[in-house]
């Protein structure tokens, strides 16, 4: 049996938010304890934060996929905002969304081939790729086969977990977009 006919609960509801946000700090934990109080109370004290524009200069040096990246995540950002926020079944939300996936697919494939974080091999950030590679086309299968909820549920995470979370994690002290805006 399908949900397509049954009335449409909140995509994001407070448990699956606070679930989310349960996530966020255990990944936090985990990164935090390869490093002791001191290392980290040293790092905090060397940083100078001083907010700016853009960089485009230090943006134009990076490689290509880095390039790729950005401009596909922004992409999705974008389109997934107002997927979002729109009416939802319409040709026009089904057009987004296609726009939206090639989006999506597009920054999570190109996140594997950047590895500056943890010095040429994967990170944590890396799982969150994985999981939008393999949490993607469930949601398209979710909304092939009429299963509404669960589509609207997926897709609402891959915006959560797959660009708002992942891109906080990018201004991370001495990434390139703490550097670009920040540093």
């Given amino acids: 049996m399908t949900d397509a006919l049954q009335p449409r609960q909140p995509i994001l509801r407070p448990r699956d938010f606070l679930i989310t946000l349960a996530i966020t700090a255990a990944i936090l934990v985990v990164v935090g304890a390869q490093h002791s109080p001191a290392q980290w109370a040293a790092y905090f004290a060397s940083l100078h934060v001083s907010p700016h524009g853009p960089d485009l200069a230090l943006l134009a040096a990076q490689p290509i996929a880095i390039k790729l990246h950005i401009a596909a995540a922004l992409s999705a950002l974008v389109i997934g905002t107002v997927q979002l926020l729109g009416v939802k079944g319409t040709a026009l939300h089904r057009v987004l969304g296609w726009s939206w996936v090639a989006a999506m697919g597009t920054t999570a494939i190109s996140s ?5 974080l943890n010095h040429g091999s994967f990170s944590f950030i890396h799982l969150l790729s994985g999981w939008v590679i393999i949490a993607l086309p469930m949601a398209l299968w979710a909304a092939r086969t009429a299963r509404v909820r669960l589509h609207g549920r ?6 959560l977990g797959g660009l708002i979370i992942a891109g906080l994690l990018t201004f991370i002290p001495g ?3 703490w550097r670009l805006f920040l540093g």
């Fill in 112 to 116: 594997l081939f950047i590895r500056e």
């Fill in 154 to 159: 997926l897709m609402a995470g891959l915006f």
């Fill in 175 to 177: 990434r390139l977009m």
